[in-house]
């Protein structure tokens, strides 16, 4: 089954110590998204790759930093995590086109130390 | 700053009844609409996507979309014990660029 995946599914790191989320999939989606999500919030967007486009939200801190390879990976680089950076990140992929609905992976618990 | 309102409850429904679940928006340009459901712990599922004015029904789902007024909203009719989880509403804000903000949802209970 056409899928995206996120590994891994839980993730420990120390406060400052930096680390990377990744996300595969294979629909051949040309837009790959992260969205970081607080208990009992909103899914909140850091930012988004149209093809090799990036697009960073404003509020997004430079701590975040993306790649994406090739259309397939997308990779969440955390440069010095803090202790508010623990929260689940989802990727989720989708279509170019205004009705394309996103498509999510599991997601990826991250928990600093 | 481009928003999505929603209440975030809970919204208690007794079993079999209708659950109606409401959102607004800010960008009067928007185009698309999301309906998700999330369980605790999970990732969200799409559920309905709507995007001209009016209702759209799938199942047990209903989704209504008013531009004028900003609004779109989610029916879930026969409320099952199942439904109970958080429902998000997003929407694409800039279709050029693919980009979709989430509200903070509504968390819906639904009481045997």
């Known amino acids: 089954d056409a899928m995206v995946i996120q590994n891994p599914r839980y993730q420990v790191t120390q406060f400052g110590k930096p680390v990377t989320l990744s996300c595969s999939q294979t629909?051949?989606?040309?837009?790959m998204y992260w969205y970081q999500q607080k208990s009992s919030q909103a899914p909140k967007l850091l930012f988004h790759?149209?093809?090799?486009?990036?697009?960073n939200e404003a509020d997004t801190p430079d701590n975040f930093q993306s790649r994406r390879p090739n259309t397939s990976f997308c990779f969440l680089d955390i440069r010095s995590p803090g202790l508010g950076d623990a929260a689940m990140y989802l990727c989720?992929?989708?279509?170019?086109?205004?009705?394309?609905?996103?498509?999510f992976g599991n997601g990826t618990r991250l928990t600093v130390t | 700053q481009k928003e999505v309102e929603q209440n975030s409850g809970p919204l208690s429904v007794p079993e079999g009844a209708i659950a109606s679940l409401n959102c607004t928006y800010s960008?009067?340009?928007?185009?698309?609409f999301f309906w998700y459901r999330q369980y605790s712990g999970k990732s969200p599922e799409l559920i309905m996507f709507?995007?001209?004015?009016g209702d759209k029904e799938d199942g047990r789902f209903t989704a209504q979309l008013n531009k004028a007024s900003q609004y779109v909203s989610l029916l879930i009719r026969d409320s099952q014990p199942s439904d109970s989880a958080t429902y998000l509403c997003?929407?694409?804000?800039?279709?050029?660029?693919?980009?979709?903000?989430f509200g903070s949802g509504t968390r819906l209970s639904i009481r045997p």
């Open positions: 790759y149209y093809d090799k486009d990036f697009n």
């Open positions: 709507i995007y001209s004015n």
């Open positions: 960008d009067r340009g928007s185009q698309s």
């Open positions: 629909l051949n989606h040309n837009v």
């Open positions: 989720a992929t989708s279509s170019s086109g205004s009705d394309s609905p996103l498509h």
């Open positions: 997003a929407v694409n804000v800039d279709s050029s660029a693919s980009k979709i903000i």
